[in-house]
């Protein structure tokens, strides 16, 4: 009598290998998360940006001071994504504060994070609240 051999896995076989793809999963799922932050504070940032080029564009044809109106149609008019809020509770948007002294502080909100800007003509500074 023959003997066939039979092609194919055996059980024992296909667990051990599933079980390794588990413990390869386990250790890349958590990276996903904190490449996602990484993304998030970058997207944030970028649209910093953009508000402070809109900032220094209205501070330019404002002469030389920064007015709130002026930095609201800038604003709007660069960083089309958002909307502009009013004082109050923040959602997905831009709180502008008053101008003082040469500087003005907004508050950008995204993803359900708040970020702060403070703009002068000099520089701006962006921060995580």
């Not at 831009?94 to 000099?122: A, C, F, H, R, W």
């Amino acid at each position: 009598m023959i003997k066939r051999k039979k092609k194919g896995f055996t059980l024992v076989e296909l667990l051990v290998v599933m079980s390794i793809i588990f413990v390869f999963m386990s250790m890349i799922i958590p990276k996903f998360s904190g490449y996602r932050d990484k993304a998030n504070f970058i997207k944030a940032e970028n649209v910093g940006k953009q508000i402070y080029t809109a900032a220094m564009m209205s501070y330019v044809e404002s002469g030389g001071k920064f007015r709130k109106d002026k930095l609201e149609e800038s604003i709007k008019e660069l960083v089309d994504i958002l909307s502009i809020t009013e004082d109050g509770e923040i959602g997905d948007g831009i709180k502008i504060e008053q101008p003082e002294d040469e500087t003005v502080k907004v508050t950008l909100s995204l993803d359900s994070k708040i970020y702060n800007l403070s703009i002068n003509p000099e520089r701006y500074s962006f921060e995580k609240n």
